[in-house]
């Protein structure tokens, strides 16, 4: 690689990242510099430092390390445009389709594929998200696309339309600054498997994967009015509940609002921010901050909701934290009521402790409507 960017005289010059095919413009070089960027460590480029002070570069060279992986516990993520961008996001969605058309993480679909998609609240998640059109209307697959929208909506969609799988631009699960994908199987679920994940981040080399000459069918559905009237019939009969709400995404919050509208049950929002938490532990700020919010106000629980909309912790009258194993256990076989109910866009069995924290909440009210015993005394915590 040379050790001056590639310029004319009727172009500015563009500069090209290690192992990167595509050039980029000078202000986006001397952010990448700026801003940590792995891959300026054995950069020939790194000293073009423009006006950054030369000791903010060498301090960047010699203090970040390069991610060997984008596989995280939370899916594949990474730092936006340090680590991911539409590039990426193109390469791994078309690594993805091809893998999914191999029947790697279910049979093989015949026919023409379904894929849903959606994003997240992120500021990076509309860029991102064109990427992943684009691969997909390249590769000949009929999307449906959600827009903004949250996990358990892509779920419900990707189970409604009995649809092949799904992709949901997203940074659940990670710091502010990271953004990533969720690639959903045909029944719903996150694939979380490790070492399903690497084989989608290693198959990103692999030639376009085209199912047919034509572009595939596209078309857009706004799913949270069915989404809702899923979940309406599971919000029935339930005494009258103070509820202390705290979730990051406002389209929970707000659907969470609808939800109760009918309801003689009341909902206390507890606003919270984006941030990577730890909802097993008491001492997560956001956790003790909504077990004050429960006290403070006398409510009869509190519910957490993480930001992928999927995750929940549960605070009871006494402003504790209820272990997750206590309160899943408590859970299980009240699920089975709901299963039976001819719900057939639920998830199966112990999944929608995974799947859907709104479906927990419900079974939790359920349950609690049963009686007039409060949480603590369903739920002892020591």
Known sequence: MTDQPVKSKSTPALYFCPGETYPISPAVHYARLAAFYPKCRNCPLRHHEGHLPPETVQLDVNAHEERETLVTSAGLR???????NRFHASALTNAYVTLLMQGLFSSAPTGQPTLVIGYQEHPAAPDLMIGVVNALRASGVSIVDLGLTVAPELSFAIRQLEATGGILVTGAGSDTSWIGFDFLSGDGRTIVDAELLTQIESAQSQ????LAHAN???????????????LNSLFHALRPLRVGFASPLKRVNELAARL??????????????HRKRDLESSEDRDVTKLGEFVVSRSLHLGILIDDD??????????????PREQWETWLLEAFEHFSNQGQSTLPDGEAFFDTDALLTLAVVLSEMSRSDAQLSEHLWVG
């Open 207 to 210: 030639p376009t994967f085209r």
């Open 260 to 273: 109760f509208a009918p309801l003689p049950c009341t909902l206390d929002l507890l606003p919270l921010p």
């Open 78 to 84: 990474g730092v936006y445009l340090n680590e991911i």
């Open 309 to 322: 909309g999927r995750q929940c912790a549960l605070v009871n009258d006494e402003g504790r934290l209820v």
């Open 216 to 230: 595939g069918h596209y078309r857009t559905w706004d799913v949270l009015e069915d989404y809702q009237a899923s």
